[in-house]
């Protein structure tokens, strides 16, 4: 009874597709008559600008994907393939990175792809100050070797690189599209599909169709996709149950409706979720100075039962920050803090703090069932903790401006390099109180210049944050990506929060 | 009649210089994290510091506000901060949609509460009661909640209609009335509980006045006398509260717009608040302060029409 | 004799009764009343009644169904829906009360002052007030909220701000119409400061409205407050009904029970608000209804359907239908409270020929218009015909028997063998149209005779009634012309169908006296001229002497006497009759009631 109407439905929004699909594969010309040669994937971010410097990791990455083509391609399972560069390999001490580059590629305003281009590309990056423009602050200057070779020269080693070309300063546009008002609104790029302006509402959907030139057929599954912006996570799970849009990124909790209607479910680890003890130094609560406190804050979590409310156990749990899928792991550390609220009351005591001690931690909306967890359990072993709400737009500024000595947060777990810098070096951004040991500085350097050793060499910060408690993390969640399994099938993407836009393919 | 519409618009645009005033300067509280926040987390603090000076946040408030005015005047009204699409652009964009769902909604509202609130004017009896009725629980039931319930049960559990919009660019007519189906119906519910009371108290009102006694007296029937003269009377009390209504929907679409995901200004003025993205919030306000001055003016011109009273002085 | 004595007594019990009872009698206002107090009953001793904290959290049990630890589950935190219910109904009222404070406290003031001293006062504040409304209130409030943070209280005082427009042009609007009245005058001249005048008998006229609108404001403020924080805009750290609406709708899946309760207590809380203020305005206007109104006119509603079956109109008793007009052993009364019938005209008999003037002489409630409208069959649809028949030109319009008027007889007579001149010549053209057209309009219904036609004839008619340039008085809009010409407008109208009864309510009791002479010889040429029946309604003898050639008396909806006018102007029998006629020859309207007796009814 239930699925009557509902059945019905579907078939109306089905026969519409194929109605849909009908005149643009007619015109398109490109498709090969299956039914399913359209995209639709729901989107919880927007962008700011189609000027690919301004592009941002993570959840906006298949928007620029799908118009602008990276010089390196990251394949799902994080190794990386050629793309628009065909090969590149560093000099001796890991600071030139030649890159030899495909000559046969035209941006879609008939210019062509070269060194030049590439150049320009890079060049545009670095001054546009674009929100990932730290990740070029390595390159000191790019040099065209010849008309398909440039040469890449760093100021200091940087392991990150080749993620970083093929992320958002590796995305090429044409070079007489870069820096106009138009490519901020109309992307201008060679990628495997051409933003179809008329059809797109900035904040509302964005429609691609197949470029039909595009030199790589085999990146190019779909006549048309369609990226509809949908912020709220009720409004996605509504989209995908409905029918509305084929895959989507929803949460435990709404999963559940979606796969009661029959979605399939696809899921990775990609964040680690739980608290930042920012103020190591006790700058501002000096209880955090003591490594004694960190440590009893991590056994005061009760990790399992959190998985299980907040998450209906989809995740991992762990006391580390690094990810699985890094060099940087190390299986032990999971459970390096098993929970022990008695433990954690006696290393509070032996640091002198017996009767416990006031933190006050930032709350996001939307945050609720977190942080009451946190609240009660830091009770449970004597830490009083005060929440703040803060806007959401607020909450990101106000961490890095180190108003918070602790703060929930949750972060995708990238390359250890990627990972080290993002919140463990004294420049990184979620080091508000730019903390450091010499120990740990070492240790940093080592990955830094450690060439392909360099993930290897991060177990060893991965151990000194550990063991030092510079953080409380709780658990990996699971990223919980739903697709119309009769439509599209997705691979996940190792370390990005959504599949890129290669990953999809229509179902066989 | 001229210079009535010429002093009408005078005021108006003063009315339309204090909001902005008002507006931008309200904004400058909100605006401290706008370079931080479009750059993302991993900004550095050189990064920041030169987004603030490319979209002059280092200027002080006054000039910031004498800029942007000098701006407006000649038709500029800059980009967003956030989505680079000209603010124009991104509010013809939105337009339509806020206004195929409120005007929609207010047409039926008043061509249904007119012939409710009549029959409940002139039949009384079990009608009557049930306009009061409903009229109490029409005023109730905020409409917001009405579509959250609407959402639950017709779109999510029947599938009867999208549970978030289908319109876009080029949508055909049946994507428009499948989407706006279900908000349509939240907004006339609690729009028409108490238009249909208004129209009923006004029709009354008019019903006891002497000149009906007078009409009937000298043979006019009562269709006549309701239609031609009562309702016409009783128009200005039901325009004023539709224009009210109207002005209300206005801001209560942005939380309907939220519920199901419709791509029009309501979802505009969240993102565009909420980021603290100057340019776009203040074509927001603008747009929706010219709206609610137009429409008073109608209902001035159509109560002078109506009201040959009023018309001449 | 006793049943008048009874009416007084009630009405002064009813004047004694507060407002407040009456509120509680009204099952809606009761309920209100109810749920509101328990609301507030349940918010201050909100931290005995919660078994748990707001914000306190079971980690292991969240998104439980209801036990008998969590009463109504726990949401997505573990935290007891129960509770957090308790504790929201103390933020979500205490911060509506906040906002109506605020609005109350700008408002108010703003609004005494501005009524009471007008000026540049007053113009600025309009101006302030345009402005506030034409601001977009929940854009305004997501910006302040983007500056300020996602405080319940800060929201709700910027929106005690923008809502208080409502409360500035209550109080001035009301202040204004009771400054020039003269107990404030009084007050001034004997010295009164300007704020104890404000204070003392200003304040105690905006206060009923005040409360209405406050009620009808906390609503308000509760809806938009929840619609902020469903948006997910509200204050993470406090438990409101909107934020845990918020929380239902992220949970709609898989608890949808969590949904219902904040949803269920934001419409309880804002229905009671509604109802209270509708029972608040009901109490008030009853209240004035009976202490001050003496006329209670209930709306001529003519259009209800003959009740029972259509019966053959009944044949008038032979060797009357020479009679245009008889009315015999007339009865009406009104449905009271208890069921009842209270007369209000009671065995009137009369009779007029055509071409003959019957006056119609009493007082004020003395039932003379109610007999006279229930020829025309124009009484209110409650009214009912308790004895008696009506009968014009020889046929039933009220056979005996029947208990109402027989409209679908009375609609083909009215306006073409009947017609009517009221009391009141402005109130009774309608002003959105022009003489001229509503002059044509009967002409073209009843007569049948095209527009043109018509409109020459209104023209020959406008000037016969004596008006000087009718083709200007048919252009224009009755609020044009003057209350005398007016009255001509009305009669032409009245003559425009050549009927053969003309009924005639006071019709120059409105007039100015010198107008008053020229409109009685109009009616007397015109009745002269078109020789037809004249009924004429009035209080004063000295019309009924120019005019009438017979005259009754009626008092208290009785007829004391009646005959040819001169023998009553000469030897009048009944005392009653006697008092008039002493009244106008002292040259005297009578303002009040000669005796002490007489209905509610005119």
Redesign the interface.
Same mark, same amino acid.
């Given at each position: 009874m239930?699925f009557g109407?509902?059945a019905?439905?579907?078939a109306i929004l089905a026969a519409?597709a194929v109605a849909l699909s009908g005149c643009a594969s007619s015109s398109g010309g490109s498709s090969s008559g299956a039914a399913t040669d359209t995209l639709t994937i729901g989107s919880l971010s927007?962008?700011?600008?189609?000027?690919p410097a301004?592009a941002?990791l993570g959840h906006q990455m298949p928007l620029y994907q799908a118009a602008y083509d990276t010089l390196i391609l990251r394949k799902p399972d994080g190794s990386f393939a050629p793309m628009l560069a065909t090969e590149w390999k560093y000099n001796e001490d890991n600071t030139v990175l030649t890159v030899d580059l495909r000559d046969d590629v035209t941006f879609t305003d008939g210019e062509k792809f070269d060194a030049e281009a590439a150049k320009a590309n890079l060049d545009h990056f670095k001054s546009a100050? !674009?929100?990932?423009?730290?990740?070029g !602050?390595s390159i000191s200057s790019v040099d065209v070797v010849d008309e398909d070779t440039i040469d890449i020269t760093l100021s200091a080693a940087d392991p990150a690189m080749e993620y970083y070309l093929s992320q958002v300063p590796g995305l090429m546009g044409s070079p007489k599209a870069l820096g106009t008002e138009e490519v901020?609104?109309v992307p201008v790029g060679s990628g495997p599909y051409v933003l179809d302006a008329?059809?797109?509402?900035? !904040?509302?959907?964005f429609?691609y169709t197949a470029n039909k030139d595009y030199w790589n057929k085999d990146l190019q599954k779909f006549s048309k996709v369609t990226i509809k912006i949908?912020a709220?996570v009720t409004?996605r799970t509504?989209?995908v149950?409905?029918g509305?849009v084929d895959a989507v990124l929803l949460d435990a909790k709404n999963g559940k409706q979606a796969e009661g209607a029959g979605l399939e479910q696809v899921s990775y680890p990609v964040d680690w979720n739980g608290l930042f003890l920012f103020d190591r130094d006790g700058k501002n609560t000096p209880a955090l100075a003591d490594v004694r406190v960190r440590q009893a804050i991590n056994y005061a979590f009760d990790r399992e039962t959190m998985l299980e409310q907040l998450s209906l156990g989809h995740g991992e749990v762990t006391a580390q920050i690094f990810g699985k899928t890094t060099d940087a792991y190390i299986p032990e550390l999971d459970d390096a803090y098993a929970y022990d609220p008695a433990k954690a009351k006696s290393l509070l005591a032996e640091a002198g703090y017996a009767d416990g001690f006031e933190l006050t931690l930032p709350i996001l909306p939307g945050t609720e069932a977190i942080m009451a967890m946190v609240q009660q359990q830091m009770a449970d072993v004597g830490i009083t903790v005060k929440q703040e709400a803060v806007?959401?737009?607020?909450y990101?500024?106000d961490l890095?401006a180190a108003k918070y000595s602790a703060a929930w947060f949750s972060v995708f777990q990238g390359e250890p390099w990627v990972a080290i810098k993002?919140a463990i070096g004294p420049?990184a951004?979620?080091n508000p109180f730019k903390t450091t040991t010499p120990e740990l500085q070492e240790a940093i350097d080592a990955v830094q210049f450690g060439g392909d050793e360099s993930g290897e060499l991060a177990k060893k910060v991965n151990q000194y944050v550990t063991d030092e408690a510079w953080f409380a993390p709780w658990y990996r969640i699971d990223q919980m990506f739903y697709v119309d399994g009769t439509k599209i099938a997705v691979e996940p993407q190792a370390q990005q929060a959504i599949p890129s836009i290669y990953n999809y393919a229509p179902a066989s | 009649m001229v210079t009535f519409i010429l002093k009408r618009i005078g005021?108006g645009l003063v009315?339309l210089a204090?909001?902005s005033c008002? &507006?931008f300067f309200?904004?400058?509280?909100?605006s401290t994290?706008i370079a931080? #926040? *479009?750059?993302?987390?991993?900004?550095?603090p050189e $990064?920041v510091a030169?987004?603030q000076a490319?979209l002059g946040l280092d200027q002080p408030i006054f000039s910031r506000f004498l800029a942007w005015v000098a701006e407006a005047l000649t038709g500029n009204f800059g &980009?967003s901060w956030?989505? #680079?699409?000209s603010v124009v $652009?991104?509010i013809s964009?939105?337009l339509p949609v806020t206004l195929a769902l409120v005007v929609t909604s207010i047409v039926i509202i008043a061509i249904l509460s007119t012939l409710i609130g009549v029959a409940a004017a002139?039949?009384?009896g079990w009608i009557d009661r049930a306009v009061q009725i409903a009229a109490?629980?029409g005023?109730? *039931?905020?409409n917001?909640?009405l579509a959250?319930?609407f959402?639950?049960i017709f779109?999510? $559990?029947?599938?009867?209609f999208?549970?978030?919009?289908?319109i876009?660019?080029?949508a055909d007519g049946?994507a428009w009335v499948a989407s706006l189906t279900l908000p349509v119906i939240a907004l006339v519910i609690s729009g028409l509980t108490s238009g249909a009371q208004q129209v009923r108290s006004a029709v009354?009102k008019q019903?006891?006045?002497?000149?009906?006694? &007078?009409?009937?007296?000298?043979?006019?029937?009562?269709g006549?006398i309701l239609f031609k003269?009562v309702l016409?009377?009783a128009a200005p009390a039901g325009l004023t509260v539709l224009s009210l209504q109207f002005i209300g929907m206005?801001?209560?679409v942005? *939380?309907i717009e $939220?519920i199901f995901?419709l791509?029009g200004m309501g979802?505009?003025?969240?993102?565009s608040? &909420?980021?603290?993205d100057t340019p776009l919030?203040m074509g927001?306000?603008l747009y929706?302060?010219i709206i609610? *001055?137009l429409v008073?003016l109608l209902v001035d011109l159509a109560n002078g029409w109506? #009201?040959?009273?009023v018309r001449?002085s | 004799m006793t049943e008048p004595v009874q009416i007084n007594a009630s009405t002064a019990t009813l004047a004694r009764t507060s407002v407040f009872k009456r509120i509680l009698k009204n099952p809606?206002g009761l309920f209100a009343i109810a749920v509101l107090s328990i609301m507030i009953l349940v918010a201050i001793f909100a931290g005995w009644i919660a078994p748990f904290g707001e914000n306190t959290a079971n980690i292991g049990k969240t998104l439980a169904g209801a036990d008998s630890v969590n009463l109504l589950g726990t949401d997505s935190a573990g935290r007891d829906t129960f509770s957090r219910l308790v504790f929201g109904a103390q933020t979500t009222l205490l911060s509506a009360l906040l906002c109506a404070a605020v609005a109350i406290s700008i408002g108010l003031p703003a609004g005494l002052i501005a009524g009471y001293y007008s000026g540049p006062f007053d113009s600025a504040a309009n101006w302030v007030v345009?402005?506030l409304m034409?601001?977009?209130?929940?854009?305004?409030l997501?910006?302040?909220?983007?500056?300020?943070g996602p405080s319940v209280w800060i929201s709700m005082i910027a929106f005690g701000i923008l809502i208080s427009p409502g409360y500035f042009r209550l109080t001035r609007t009301a202040v204004q119409s009771v400054r020039n009245e003269l107990y404030v005058d009084a007050a001034r001249v004997s010295g009164l400061s300007d704020s104890r005048i404000i204070t003392r008998h200003i304040f105690s006229v905006v206060r009923a409205p005040i409360i209405i609108q406050t009620a009808i404001v906390c609503?308000v403020a509760i809806?938009i407050q929840?619609?902020l924080e469903?948006?997910g805009?509200g204050d993470p750290t406090v438990a409101t009904w909107g934020v845990m609406?918020s929380e239902g709708?992220k949970n709609?899946?898989l608890t949808?029970t969590l949904?219902l309760w904040p949803?269920l207590a934001?419409?309880?809380a804002?229905?009671?608000l509604?109802?209270l203020g509708?029972a608040v305005r009901d109490a008030l206007e009853d209240r004035e209804k009976v202490t001050v109104s003496k006329r209670n006119?209930p709306?001529?509603?003519?259009?209800q359907m003959q009740r029972g079956p259509r019966k053959r109109t009944a044949s008038v008793e032979v060797g009357t239908e020479k009679h245009l007009v008889k009315v015999s052993h007339l009865a009406i009364g009104y449905p009271q409270a208890n069921g009842t019938l209270k007369p209000v005209v009671n065995d009137v008999s009369f009779t007029v020929d055509r071409g003959e003037v019957l006056g119609i002489v009493g007082e004020s409630g003395s039932g003379k218009s109610q007999t006279a409208f229930s020829i025309?069959g124009?009484l209110p649809p409650e009214a009912r015909i308790i004895s008696g028949s009506i009968q014009f030109d020889g046929e039933y319009t009220v056979a005996p028997g029947e208990d109402i008027v027989n409209q679908s007889r009375l609609?083909e007579l009215?306006? +073409?063998r009947?017609?009517?001149i009221?009391q009141?010549p402005m109130?009774?053209?309608?002003?959105?149209?022009t003489i001229g057209s509503q002059l044509v309009?009967?002409m073209v +219904?009843?007569l049948g005779i095209s527009k043109a036609e018509a409109k020459k004839r209104a023209l020959k008619l406008l000037s016969d009634v004596g008006i000087v340039d009718p083709a200007r008085t048919f252009g224009a809009?009755p609020?044009e012309v003057s209350g005398g010409m007016a009255q001509r407008v009305?009669i032409a109208?009245a003559i425009s169908?050549e009927p053969d009864l003309i009924?005639a309510d006071e019709p120059t009791t409105a007039l100015d006296v010198t107008v008053q002479a020229e409109v009685l010889d109009l009616i007397r040429d015109l009745q002269k001229r078109l020789g037809v029946g004249v009924i004429l309604v009035t209080h004063n003898f000295g019309v009924v002497a120019d005019l009438c050639d017979r005259v009754v008396v009626m008092q208290a909806g009785r007829l004391v006497e009646g005959g040819e006018v001169r023998e009553i102007l000469g030897t009048p029998q009944d005392p009653y009759t006697i008092t008039l006629l002493d009244s106008m020859l002292e040259n005297k309207t009578p303002m009040t009631m000669l005796v002490s007796q007489g209905g509610t009814k005119s």
């Open positions: 239930k109407p509902r019905t439905s579907v519409a927007n962008i700011t600008s189609f000027d301004q941002h100050n !674009g929100p990932d423009a730290a990740q !602050g901020k609104t008329k059809a797109s509402v900035n !904040g509302s959907q429609v949908l709220d409004a509504n989209a149950v409905s509305q806007p959401q737009a607020n990101v500024t890095q993002q420049q951004a979620y | 005021s009315v204090a909001i008002l &507006t309200l904004l400058y509280f909100s994290n931080r #926040n *479009i750059l993302g987390e991993y900004a550095t $990064q030169a987004k490319e &980009t956030f989505t #680079n699409e $652009q991104a964009n939105r002139v039949k009384r109490v629980i005023d109730a *039931i905020p917001f909640v959250i319930v959402v639950t779109a999510i $559990q029947l599938g009867f999208p549970a978030t919009s289908s876009q660019p080029g049946g009354i019903l006891e006045k002497d000149y009906v006694r &007078t009409l009937r007296s000298r043979g006019i029937s009562e006549v003269h016409r009377s206005l801001g209560g942005v *939380i $939220q995901a791509p979802a505009l003025a969240v993102q608040t &909420t980021l603290g919030v927001v306000v929706t302060v609610v *001055i008073n109506l #009201n040959p009273k001449v | 809606m345009n402005v034409a601001l977009p209130g929940i854009i305004v997501l910006t302040i909220r983007a500056a300020f609503g809806s929840s619609g469903f948006l805009l609406l709708f709609v899946y949808p949904l949803a934001i419409g309880l804002v229905g009671s509604v109802l509708n006119d709306p001529t509603v003519a259009l025309l124009l609609s009215r306006g +073409k009947i017609s009517y009221p009141e109130s009774n053209l309608d002003p959105a149209y309009a009967p +219904k009843v809009y609020h009305l109208g169908c009924i």
